[in-house]
């Protein structure tokens, strides 16, 4: 971020002019915030870590702190009721998770205990209780590997280093900033093509898979059972919904929903779309597998009239919350 933002936001929350004019801003509609991972700062495989992807638990705890202070945490249900009964979102504010990692549980779910926050977790059905991981973290600690080998061009599969060039990407980057544009790259291409280049990467890179980075049944049934945690569904592999078949959209949104109802004995009323890809067509495979509502990445307020299907999120990571301006800023400026 920019300095003279950061120094201006700050200033705007130090004078309280910020502060001043919360009341009319919040008037527009309801929050609903987008976390992915919470890690320890200094945790070992940051630098593998899309920046986007994560806040620190410093971080964390300052943002849940002020959210209990300044705002109205309700759990996603009662906005649907909030909705539903026309009742004012003025101030409310909806906490979600996404994909189901294992540092929900260690390091977010201790903290919302601490500060008694409801919040809803979407879990990837397919990678609960695996050592699985997502293809980004697979692509990231090829990188890894890469970097530490010296980062010769010649190492790269042909594929690969065409997909960096394409993103401007050079060797000499941070990276951080390799890993970003590379995954960004990644989407881009068909999952055949993307599974195929993995493969090469994989077999020039070898990597030991790490620790499990996904919650056990087990962990999702601890959270759940305080009554503050409740659950969505992400499909089952993660699979970006608009770039598959109708058929195979359908089963992955009801499977997901199936999965999670049976595993934990619990209903499974929202649904987040991977990614944020969606269409209306998926938006009705969703109704139709019996959700109450979907959550997107689209950034905005909730407000009346709502499509319940295409909920607005507004996606919080380290870099946007380091202090409590900035973070006060993206909540209700971005
Ligand atoms: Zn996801």
Request: one cysteine or more; hydrophobic letters at 40%; proline letters at 4%.
């Amino acid at each position: 971020m920019p300095v003279m933002k950061s120094m201006l936001v700050r200033m705007l929350y130090e004078s309280r002019v910020l502060h001043k004019f919360s009341g009319i801003i919040l008037k527009q509609g309801g929050l609903i915030l987008m976390y992915h991972r919470v890690l320890p700062a200094g945790w070992k495989g940051m630098h593998l870590i899309q920046p986007g992807m994560y806040v620190s638990t410093d971080t964390f705890e300052r943002e849940m702190k002020l959210l209990k202070t300044k705002f109205n945490v309700i759990s996603l249900g009662s906005m649907l009721d909030y909705l539903k009964t026309e009742r004012s979102l003025s101030r409310c504010c909806v906490i979600t998770f996404d994909d189901g990692w294992q540092d929900t549980f260690t390091h977010a779910f201790p903290i919302l205990e601490r500060y008694k926050l409801p919040a809803t977790v979407f879990l990837t059905s397919g990678y609960m209780n695996t050592d699985r991981r997502f293809w980004p973290d697979e692509l990231a600690a090829c990188l890894g590997e890469w970097f530490s080998r010296g980062r010769g061009d010649a190492l790269l599969p042909m594929g690969v280093k065409r997909i960096l060039e394409k993103e401007g990407v050079t060797s000499h980057q941070s990276p951080t900033f390799i890993i970003d544009r590379a995954i960004g790259g990644f989407k881009k291409i068909s999952e055949t093509s993307r599974d195929t280049l993995l493969l090469e990467l994989k077999e020039i890179f070898p990597n030991r898979i790490d620790d499990r980075v996904m919650m056990t049944w087990q962990e999702v049934d601890t959270m759940t059972a305080t009554g503050r945690i409740d659950l969505g569904a992400h499909t089952v592999s993660h699979c970006l919904l608009d770039q598959i078949p109708p058929w195979e959209a359908k089963k992955e949104i009801l499977q997901s929903k199936q999965e999670i109802e049976s595993r934990l004995n619990r209903s499974v009323d929202y649904f987040a779309y991977p990614n944020g890809n969606f269409t209306p067509e998926i938006s009705d495979l969703v109704r139709e597998a019996g959700f109450a509502a979907a959550v997107t990445t689209r950034r905005g307020w909730v407000h009346a009239g709502q499509d319940l299907f295409e909920l607005p999120r507004n996606g919080i990571h380290n870099d946007v919350g380091k202090t409590d301006a900035l973070f006060m800023w993206r909540l209700l400026i971005r």
